[in-house]
């Protein structure tokens, strides 16, 4: 009888780029999938995120059930992009050419890059700032120091990022429940909490900037999953994603909103400072800095990978390749981390308030494609894709995906009047009391439109259909 080789580990510096990835070199299990995204989501930006609903006039309490709520509808739509890794073996942005065309699914990477920029150059400021009170040095060397290390993570690949947040989950759990109970321990917590009635705009807005968080890891989430064996259960991966980012930022948010009930904008104005300060002891202090820099260096290390994936997926849409050299994928993790690096030293404190807002502004982008790229795979071409079409621009899939392409620009116009940014504030948002629901609109009108149009124009495969070295040769077994 025949038998398929069994999938043995990864090279420990990883070489897949934008290929599939054979069955060989599936490994692990979805557990890995939990502690990455929780160990992800346990850091200090997500504290900052839920101290914002606060900050914008949500009573702490009303906040944390209201992102509470976000994280889980957007951790929802999150998931089930993970979900597909096992079964196609890409990364997120290259399974997407099969709605919108090899060419097509250029058009929103350009927008996925700079928002993947925009988030590693505010993360490596807030790591510089733990990493130079750390070493004593300044700021501007604990941002290089961080960038350098971004560096050796995201080159090294897939195994070492999840080594890094399954470190990142146990100092998280440590270094955070400390931080709470430092909380409770120095101030009146509940003194500030339930003081103040339920307000629909707020609430809304709280709701938004949890789902809006997690909605962010959909164009490279399944990056992380796309190793496990091809067998893995669609719904073990779902679920394990879901819990440990939804866990994960729940925790974090719960603790910025508690901590901006009881500072006001001390935190707001000085995170790193504050969470020192909260921790005590300078011995103390020294540890929960270091928390901060692992915490961040996980997701710095996705937003570096995952922009590296994007840049690669756009320039392969022209030349045709489905690989690249180990030394070429190095070069261009060193390209995209140098740059946010260099924005993160040249910037001023108020471009980079400036500059996040127009990255919370590029959110609108990702709903849309989220709703067209789930649409079509669960619903549409039912878990059914021409992988080897994926990088012929004459294949199934075609250059360009004019349902795909007219619905998403359809998606993103129709969420300007529902906006509550700081650069711009839509109509309608202003006869709601200006909540956000942009998002909301943008996942079901997108949906709406691009679901009975593709169903009369998409050409699925009638089963997945992978390149020939995806699956390792058969072996015969000795009696």
């Given at each position: 009888m025949k038998q398929q080789a069994p999938p043995g580990p990864a090279p420990a510096v990883e070489r897949r780029t934008i290929d599939v990835i054979p069955d060989a070199e599936r490994h692990g299990s979805p557990r890995s999938q939990f502690t990455l995204w929780f160990g992800a989501n346990m850091q200090i930006t997500a504290i900052v995120d839920g101290a914002l609903a606060v900050v914008f006039g949500a009573d702490a309490l009303w906040a944390i059930v209201a992102l509470l709520i976000g994280n889980v509808l957007g951790g929802i739509v999150m998931?089930?992009?993970?979900?597909?890794?096992?079964?196609?073996?890409?990364?997120?942005?290259?399974?997407?050419?099969?709605?919108?065309?090899?060419?097509?699914?250029?058009?929103?990477?350009?927008?996925?890059?700079?928002?993947?920029?925009?988030?590693?150059?505010?993360g490596s400021v807030l790591a510089g700032q733990a990493l130079a009170r750390i070493l004593h040095?300044?700021?501007?060397?604990?941002?290089?120091?961080?960038?350098?290390l971004t560096v050796v993570v995201a080159v090294t690949g897939y195994r070492l990022i999840h080594t890094v947040g399954r470190i990142a989950t146990v100092m998280g759990l440590l270094g955070l429940g400390y931080l709470l109970i430092a909380l409770f321990t120095k101030y009146d917590v509940g003194s500030v909490v339930g003081v103040k009635g339920f307000d629909a705009p707020t609430f809304l807005l709280a709701v938004g900037l949890g789902a809006g968080w997690q909605l962010t890891f959909g164009p490279y989430v399944a990056d992380y999953s796309r190793y496990l064996p091809r067998e893995t259960s669609e719904r073990s991966t779902f679920w394990s994603t879901l819990a440990g980012s939804v866990i994960g930022s729940q925790w974090a948010m719960t603790l910025g909103a508690l901590i901006a009930a009881v500072s006001g904008d001390a935190f707001v104005g000085d995170q790193v400072g504050f969470v020192?300060?909260?921790?005590g002891p300078a011995a103390v202090a020294l540890l929960i800095y270091l928390v901060i820099v692992v915490g961040k260096l996980t997701v710095n290390t996705l937003n570096a990978y995952g922009g590296f994936m994007c840049v690669l997926t756009t320039v392969t849409a022209f030349s045709g390749r489905s690989r690249i050299s180990q030394a070429a994928r190095a070069w261009y993790i060193v390209g995209f981390t140098a740059v946010s690096v260099v924005v993160a030293v040249a910037a001023s404190t108020d471009f980079l308030a400036n500059f996040k807002n127009f990255v919370l502004l590029l959110l609108m982008v990702f709903t849309p494609w989220s709703a067209i790229n789930l649409t079509d795979y669960y619903l549409v071409s039912k878990e059914r894709v021409d992988i080897p079409a994926l990088y012929d621009p004459a294949g199934r899939y075609r250059r360009w995906n004019v349902t795909a392409l007219v619905s998403y620009a359809f998606g993103v116009l129709i969420q300007i009047p529902f906006l509550a940014q700081a650069l711009y504030t839509g109509p309608i948002t202003e006869l709601l009391?200006?909540?956000?629901?942009?998002?909301?609109?943008?996942?079901?009108?997108?949906?709406?439109?691009?679901?009975?149009?593709?169903?009369?124009?998409?050409?699925?495969?009638?089963?997945?259909?992978?390149?020939?070295?995806?699956?390792?040769?058969?072996?015969?077994?000795?009696?």
């Open positions: 998931a089930l992009h993970s979900a597909q890794g096992p079964r196609l073996g890409l990364p997120q942005m290259i399974s997407s050419r099969a709605q919108f065309g090899v060419l097509g699914a250029v058009l929103p990477l350009v927008l996925v890059v700079l928002m993947y920029l925009g988030f590693a150059a505010t040095v300044p700021a501007t060397a604990g941002i290089l120091i961080f960038g350098a020192g300060e909260l921790a009391g200006g909540a956000d629901i942009s998002w909301i609109v943008g996942l079901a009108a997108t949906a709406a439109l691009y679901y009975p149009w593709a169903r009369r124009t998409a050409n699925p495969p009638a089963a997945m259909v992978y390149p020939s070295e995806a699956t390792p040769p058969m072996r015969r077994l000795s009696s």
